[in-house]
């Protein structure tokens, strides 16, 4: 029989697994599309990697703590459980580095797709661009990892 916990632990775990892997995925093709070094291939991936961002990965970021605030109020467990709020406060961060990493790749694809319609190399801004997207793709990706491993562990504090 399904019950809320299990629907919800469900649902949290779909989430987190949704923001992972969505992050990694879209990590790789840029990454492809970069080594590729072709204008049009960068401005068409791009354009994916945007529109992944908009559906895919901003319903996991709202999902991710409504589970998981449910999930506490179904335990009983105290909010201010170390292993919660450390948890917490790393996902604010990844979500505030997932919010810059968008607004950069948001401003690869103008540029690409500037320099794909005029048939011109990637301005050199691009390069600049996609190693701060780089970094924070890095750190997003290492604070999920934190978040996940503080998930299984439930380190307490006393």
């Known amino acids: 029989m399904l019950t809320l916990t299990f629907a919800l632990k469900f649902a949290h775990i779909i989430a987190t ?13 840029m990454l492809f599309a970069h080594r590729i070094g072709h204008t049009s291939v960068v401005a068409l991936t791009s354009v994916f990697v945007v529109r992944a961002e908009m559906w895919v ?14 999930l506490a109020i179904t335990f009983d467990a ?8 450390g948890a917490a406060t790393i996902y604010a961060g990844v979500v505030l ?22 048939k011109a190399p990637l301005p ?5 661009f996609f190693w701060l997207w780089s970094l924070f793709t890095v750190l997003g990706l290492g604070g999920m990892i934190a978040i996940m491993a503080l998930m299984v562990w439930r380190p307490e504090w006393s």
């Open 124 to 128: 050199r801004s691009y390069r600049r």
């Open 17 to 29: 697994a949704v923001m992972f892997g969505t992050w990694l995925g879209i990590a790789l093709f």
């Open 97 to 118: 580095v997932w919010l810059c990493g968008l607004l950069i790749e948001m401003r690869i694809r103008r540029l690409s797709k500037d320099a794909a319609v005029a």
């Open 57 to 70: 990965m901003a319903s996991a970021v709202v999902l991710l703590p409504l589970t998981g605030y449910l």
């Open 78 to 85: 105290p909010l201010r459980e170390f292993w919660i709020e």
